[in-house]
C-alpha cells in the first residue's frame, strides 16, 4: 500500500507562487510511480493538472497551467512537488497527488488512470 499527504497549500494573492508537496511512504519508492496532481474546486469536477512519468522521461500539463506550473520529483525524499507561479483566483481548489500503480508507468491525465490519491490540500488566490 501507498500513502500520500499533501502540504504546502494555503492563501496567496494573485500573481504569487505556491510550492505543493507530495510525500510518498509505503513499500517502494517514489521513483517507480507515475505521479499525477489533480484540483477540484467546489461544484466542479476533479481536473487533471499535470503528470509526471516514471523515470522522468516525459511531463504533461493541463491546458490551463501549462508555463505557470512545474512537476518534479526528489526521489532521496521521497516526494513529488508542484512548482504554481503566476496564480489565478481560478486555480483555487483543493489540490490532490495521486500515483499510478506499477507497472504503469506513463503519464495519464484521467482520474480513473490513478490507484492511489492523498486527501488534497486547499489552495486559495485572492484577488
Known amino acids: 500500500q501507498v500513502q500520500l499527504v499533501e502540504s504546502g497549500g494555503g492563501l496567496v494573492e494573485a500573481g504569487g507562487s505556491l510550492r505543493l508537496s507530495c510525500a510518498v511512504s509505503?513499500?517502494?519508492?517514489?521513483?517507480?510511480?507515475?505521479m499525477g496532481w489533480f484540483r477540484q474546486a467546489p461544484g466542479k469536477e476533479r481536473e487533471f493538472v499535470a503528470c509526471?512519468?516514471?523515470?522522468?522521461?516525459?511531463?504533461d500539463y493541463g491546458d490551463s497551467v501549462k508555463g505557470r506550473f512545474t512537476i518534479s520529483r526528489a526521489n532521496a525524499r521521497n516526494t513529488v512537488y508542484l512548482q504554481m507561479n503566476s496564480l489565478e483566483p481560478e486555480d483555487t481548489a483543493v489540490y490532490y497527488c495521486a500515483a499510478r500503480r506499477p507497472p504503469k508507468i506513463t503519464t495519464a491525465r484521467e482520474v480513473r488512470e490513478y490507484d492511489f490519491w492523498g486527501q488534497g490540500t486547499q489552495v486559495t488566490v485572492s484577488s
Open positions: 509505503g513499500r517502494t519508492e517514489v521513483d517507480m510511480y507515475a
Open positions: 509526471i512519468s516514471w523515470g522522468d522521461a516525459y511531463r
